[in-house]
């Protein structure tokens, strides 16, 4: 029979609605997207990416058994999954007996659902007895989430909905390209221009978003820091704070103060490379307006200094009074699919569920009387996940990994070092849906449920809880990661508390992150599809959610907002003479984060075939190199080699690589893994390079 069932997109944080149709005649993928126009994230609309998001579910490009490597180096082979869970158990038991408990870790993923994040954090600390358990989310968010954290008390990626941003009278988007990373988006800032808002962009690229703003600023890579203080500089000397919201509302105003006064206009000029006149008109178009949003992503956040530089946007906008009231405030576009709540629940080195500190008594206390256990017994932090994955093997370090919705081979920074620490381990298990560049690696490959074939929810960027819809049945050979943790549970001597079942352990989430700062205690299945997904905090069935944060206070002990006080800093690596260019990284639209699904898809590969290298008309002819024709980028850490693509939308002195593909072209092959010192955040969004014609070479 034909069916139809609400569900949302795999792919990235709007987590837009869409309608399964599902039968024997659809196609060989089972599935058709149809639009569910009731959502009220996307409205209808999805990308190519969403739409085509059913051909992932084929039979042909997916696994649909476990495979084992019987020796180092060896092949892998098809087996049984008692067989294949016999090993990773035997694996596992016998790295923690050998090396102790911390020798054994878990890495997850952004795009896992709220109830696998929470059971992966769960099975580390409770079966494995591990602190060492991170995710690729730490190479997103967790910048912005320090910052916010350190500014508000509090970290949800929007403090309000999508549908207040076209009602804001002045919006500065930092480091974002949301035409091509989340397309649905990009209605909310045309409508913002069509309301009589003012739309400014900041990034090194003009992008397609870019080329929709009023105000475009470009300055080099790393300069986003200098370019905030900058404006506050500019907003303090033209009598634009807001006084009596800074003396109600917020405390450090003083040390903000003093560190904008070092970053006079031609001084910013000479680090960020932005006109000093632009800046002046910025500066005048925020300060004045009477609401106003900042936003940032990946761009400015991916730094060894990424905290601070959204620490740096958050006090423009305490400043000016616009934070903590309506149609103004901070937020940070999260990436992944569940980026905001695969950090909220346990997945992360240093927290419990509920957005708890794992270094905190009482928190531990409560998580552990849910799960039923000595909080003594809880391990406290372990390493962010580019320190796990660069300590693979090592003394010290993990030697048996279970890996789960990630592909660090070619997302993670220095790509090529991490692939050589993945290979040392003594077992590597991989739970994924395709075979990606990590899982050929690996010992043992389990393949895992897609998002139309289980239950569960995730958490978009407003901090919307929603609920994926199972709408069809997997292949035989293949199970949900919730039924491997309980089948592995079992085998290493717990054999309770660990569902197979996704709703069962929503609940058990929900008791966990009670009285903590994501609370869910009141959202429930039923409710999410009765409301079309329930903002967090909701702390009991009765509360109506919280789509909107910090109208009456911050979540600070004493309500107020804190200014950062930061000041501009280098990045870990500039230009020299050996490597005088900057390099970027980003994605593109018709691919997804490492590509690991989209390359599978015909109709995106056919949109984006491969890497290439983005350069400016003056280096191209510096170099003698054309439109196509192969270059090599080339950092202190490897080589890449790919085709050019000659534009004028990019700084001279800057070359921009999409980080989607393996082999030849990989652009994590080139980036630098300095870290920023409190979110652990990696330095992806920029590092030294020179690049050169590569001539006689296979891309």
Known sequence: MTTTTDTHCPYCSLQCGMRLRTGPEVGAAGAEVLERPGFPVNRGALCGKGRSAPALLARDVRLTGPLLRDRPGGPLRSAGWPEALDRVAEGLAGVRERHGADAVGVFGGGGLTNEKAYQLGKFARVVLRTANIDYNGRFCMSSAAAAHRRAFGLDRGLPFPLEDIPHTDCLILVGANPAETMPPALRYFRELRENGGTLIVVDPRRTRTAAEADLHLQPRPGGDLALALGLLHLVIADGLVDEEFVAARTTGFDRAHAAAMAHWPDRVERLTGVPAARLREAAALFGRAATGMVLTARGPEQQSKGTDTVGAWIDLCLATGKAGRPRSGYGCLTGQGNGQGGREHGQKADQLP???????????????????????????????????????????????????????????PNAGHVAGRLRALDLLVVADPVLSETARLADVVLPATQWAEEDGTTTNLEGRVILRRRALDPPEGVRSELWVLRELAARLGVVDGFPAEAEPVFDELRRASAGGDADYAGISYRRIAAEDGVFWPCPDTAHPGTPRLFLDRFATPDGRARFAGVTHRPAAEEPDRDYPLYLTTGRVLAQYQSGAQTRRVPELNAAAPGPFVELHPRLAARLAVGEGELVSVTSRRGRAVAPARVTDTIRPDTVFMPFHWPGAGRANTLTNPALDPVSRMPEFKLCAVRVERAEGEAS
């Open 354 to 412: 509920g957005y708890r500190s794992i270094e905190d008594p009482a928190a531990r206390a409560h998580v552990a009387g849910v799960w039923g256990v000595d909080p003594e017994t809880l391990p406290g932090a372990g390493r962010s996940a580019y320190e796990l994955l660069d300590g693979l093997g090592q003394p010290g370090g993990v030697r048996a990994l279970l890996l789960a919705g990630s592909n660090p081979v070619v997302s993670a």
